[in-house]
C-alpha cells in the first residue's frame, strides 16, 4: 500500500511525471554529461602521453641499436 502512495505522489493526475522527479532526472542527466567530460579529457591527455613515451621509447631504442651496431663493427 505504501508503494501505491510514493506512485500517485510522484505522478499527477493526468499521468505526466511530476516537476521533482523531473528535476532529478535533469540532475542525473547534467552529471552524467559532467562526467564524460572529465572522462574525454582525462582520455585525451593519457593518449597524448602515451605517444610520447612511445616515441621516447622508439628513439632509445634506435639510439642504443646504432650504439650496438658501430661496436659490433669496430670488433
Do not use: C, D, P
Not at 582525462?42 to 650496438?68: C, H, P, R
Amino acid at each position: 500500500m505504501g508503494k501505491m502512495k510514493i506512485l500517485k505522489k510522484l505522478l499527477s493526475k493526468k499521468g505526466q511525471l511530476s516537476m521533482e522527479v523531473g528535476v532529478l532526472v535533469a540532475a542525473a542527466v547534467l552529471v552524467a554529461i559532467i562526467a564524460a567530460y572529465f572522462y574525454v579529457k582525462n582520455a585525451k591527455s593519457a593518449v597524448a602521453s602515451a605517444g610520447n613515451k612511445s616515441a621516447a621509447f622508439i628513439n632509445v631504442t634506435a639510439n642504443k641499436s646504432q650504439e650496438y651496431i658501430s661496436n659490433l663493427s669496430n670488433i
